[in-house]
């Protein structure tokens, strides 16, 4: 098989391992920051095999300058959207806030 068989392009921001709900960033970020071997990262997905994940890095590794620049794409995204979030949370979000600012009340009273 062909590198590019195990791979599947989605969108601009989305590639992922062909057959999963996985992308590559999540291979690929395993790998370079946290420094996880191929069978660390199988281990950690087990929906992937060990052949998916090596095939993943050997895709990043043969396109290297293509990959670097999709992965601070999806960083700068990832960052954005949490930015977004944190400045407009959903109603959801505020009432978990609200839960755990009264449970801290709460703690601090019972010291």
Do not use: C
Request: hydrophobic content about 35%.
């Amino acid at each position: 098989m062909r590198l590019e068989d195990y791979i599947e392009v989605i969108g601009p921001l989305q590639i992922r391992v062909k057959g999963h709900r996985i992308g590559i960033e999540t291979i690929l970020f395993d790998n370079l920051e946290e420094g996880l071997s191929a069978e660390e990262i199988a281990w950690r997905y087990p929906t992937l095999t060990r052949e998916e994940v090596h095939a993943v890095l050997a895709y990043y590794w043969r396109n290297q300058s293509d990959m670097d620049r999709y992965l601070q794409q999806v960083r700068d995204l990832e960052d954005r959207l949490l930015r977004e979030q944190e400045q407009d949370p959903s109603p959801a979000v505020k009432r978990l806030y609200q839960i755990l600012h009264e449970h801290r009340q709460i703690e601090y009273r019972t010291k």
